[in-house]
């Protein structure tokens, strides 16, 4: 015979009855908990004044009920444990007479001893409806510690729509002991692709499909594997899902039933739409900025790198910082400290402050030491050329064939991302500088163009742009497109360039798209790996770059030394002789400088 265990005293047999009756009551498949549910033990809290707790098996049946006093409740230990690496089986729902739905201590403590599937916990307003949720799960053991994660508070609603089976599975596999010498969490992560159309303005061109395939192919460089694409058009994104609500049931059960452990979105996500859906389907949700830090993250090698990569991921986790509850709050120590104190989010928020700007202050001093060596290359005269172009375009290939170098190149996105700049010889004999950038992509997150700005700088100072495109690609012209939208971003879009398509190697033979490229005005259809037309492509930078300068005779008094010494630190001297008037040079120089000179034009 079911029964109530606890502290029924005092509490009428009628009252007691009522609270019998959960022992009939059934959850839904899938869900945390029913509004019905938590209403009715917030109800009784309420009229009773004590704390109520029910266990409540993964059938979703009530298995256990128990009353207590104004502040706690005895929970009855837990049967039926299934091994080192299993939870029981059970979640813990309780009450909190006094309307907050923040965990404890003891709640957390209860939670990791009795290796609950959850711990939740409602705070018992006076009109139920308007009671609220909380709830801690097991997040993983370390060092034979249990460590936990919370959620919450949340409204009665939010916490029905909760697909709960996902946790489990989450949380089980986080548990499950080592299998041999290989841990689980280094097999590769299951994910989910999912993508909407809802007349997005700054697709450029692309298709839901291509957009998709793309991050397909940004998944695979992180290292996940794709296990299926989810689809949907809407008139607009929702606010609290960004996909429809329908989508997101069928997404949940999809996770349940494949084991997926990694949810990725293409379009980037909202901090509430990040944290409603993870609570919906049980697992880790990324959207396509952090997808592509993430591959940032691996990528970096130098100290620069990777203290733009930390600036870019610690700007997008700000705004993103969750608060969860008062029970996160610490004691002040000390005379005029003493109260509740900071909040675990605020220390975080703050940390996070102060973490940013002392990466903005080391990439200032690396700035100014990229400075001066720019500065360097600007006094000794060399122009600068600069590789620019989609990301895997073949922008490292080509430097290594042009400059007989073996920088790391690879047939991946992202393969290159800290600058790299090597000398390269014109067929007029003069030297250049040729720098290697980072890979550009659609939608390309604005934290990376703003971390990354003095690297971009590269872009922004150069004489001249070789804008390298992969014309193999389907979507070569989309791919060009979104270049000049960053170009544009960084106020670069006026500087002269040289359009590189790449890989023609790759055409099918007889399809003649390479030559009437090759008869578009500023192109050369190359191939950097096989070395193909280059020498076309180094002529035709040595004619940009000589129509960016002009060589001029001009005669200095010697009245006006100043005026010789700009001239020398301006241009490149070709020829100096004195003559009775003055000092004569022959003067190579940038047309905007040319013209400062123009009064001491001499002519023969």
Not at 270 to 286: F, I, K, M, Y
């Amino acid at each position: 015979m079911p029964n109530i265990s606890g502290n029924t005293k005092g509490i009428r047999a009628s009252v007691l009855s009522e609270l019998e009756t959960l022992y009939d009551y059934r959850i839904e498949d899938g869900q945390l908990i029913t509004a019905e549910l938590a209403m009715k033990l917030a109800a009784f809290s309420t009229q009773v004044k004590r704390e109520a707790a029910v266990y409540c098996n993964r059938a979703g049946k009530i298995v256990s009920v128990s009353i207590g006093d104004v502040g706690t409740v005895d929970l009855p230990p837990v049967e039926g444990r299934r091994g080192a690496g299993r939870l029981s089986g059970l979640r813990c729902f309780h009450t909190h007479p006094g309307g907050s739905s923040a965990l404890s201590g003891v709640d957390i403590s209860a939670l990791k001893n009795f290796r609950l599937d959850c711990m939740l916990a409602i705070g018992a307003a006076q009109d139920p409806a308007k009671s609220t949720v909380s709830f801690a799960v097991l997040d993983g053991c370390k060092d034979g510690e249990y460590h936990t994660d919370e959620f919450g508070p949340m409204t009665l609603t939010e916490a029905e729509n909760i697909f709960f089976p996902n946790f489990i599975a989450t949380i089980e596999k986080l548990l499950a002991p080592q299998e041999g010498s290989q841990s689980l969490a280094a097999a590769p992560e299951r994910a989910v692709l999912v993508g909407m159309d809802y007349g997005r303005q700054d697709t450029l061109g692309w298709t839901l499909e291509d957009s998709v395939e793309e991050l397909k192919q940004l998944a695979d460089t992180a290292g996940a594997v794709v296990v299926a694409k989810f689809l949907q058009k809407r008139p607009k994104p929702d606010p609290a899902y960004f996909i429809g609500r329908g989508k997101v049931r069928e997404l949940a059960l999809f996770v349940q039933q494949e084991a997926v452990d990694l949810v990725i979105f293409d379009d980037e996500l909202s901090p509430a739409q990040q944290r409603n859906l993870e609570q919906a389907v049980g697992v880790r949700v990324l959207d396509r900025t952090a997808l592509i830090l993430d591959i940032f993250a691996q990528r970096a090698r130098t100290n620069e790198g990777k203290l733009q990569v930390e600036l870019a991921q610690l700007q997008y986790t700000l705004p993103r910082i969750m608060g969860k509850g008062q029970s996160l709050s610490r004691l002040g120590g000390g005379i005029g400290t003493r109260g509740p104190g900071e909040t675990k989010l605020e220390v975080d928020r703050r940390r996070i402050r102060e973490r940013i700007d002392y990466i903005k202050g080391c990439i200032e001093k690396v700035k100014s030491v990229r400075d001066l060596h720019r500065a360097g290359r600007e006094k000794s005269e060399l122009p600068t050329l600069a590789l620019i172009g989609y990301t895997n375009a073949g922008k490292s290939t080509l430097l290594n064939t042009l400059c007989n170098d073996d920088i790391y190149a690879k047939d991946q996105l992202f393969a290159t991302l800290d600058p790299t700049t090597r000398q390269l010889e014109l067929p007029d004999k003069r030297q250049a500088l040729l720098t290697d950038t980072v890979g550009f992509i659609q939608r390309l997150p604005h934290q990376l163009v703003a971390a990354f700005r003095s690297t971009l700088e590269e872009v922004t100072e150069a004489d001249l742009l070789l804008h390298v495109i992969d014309v193999s690609h389907d979507l070569y012209k989309e791919q060009s497109n979104a270049v000049y939208q960053v170009l544009k971003s960084l106020g670069a879009a006026d500087k002269p360039i040289i359009t590189v398509y790449n890989k023609i190697d790759k055409l099918p033979e007889g399809s003649g798209l390479a030559q009437r490229l090759a008869q578009e005005e500023g192109s050369v259809c190359i191939s950097a790996k096989k070395g193909l037309n280059l020498d076309a492509l180094l002529e035709t930078a040595a004619d940009h770059l000589r129509l960016q300068s002009s060589e001029e005779s001009y005669l200095i008094p010697y009245s006006e030394g100043s005026v010789l010494n700009r001239l020398h630190d301006s241009g490149t001297v070709l020829r100096e002789d004195y003559l009775a008037e003055g000092t004569l040079l022959k003067v190579r120089l940038p047309l905007k400088e040319a013209a400062k000179y123009a009064a001491y034009l001499y002519e023969e």
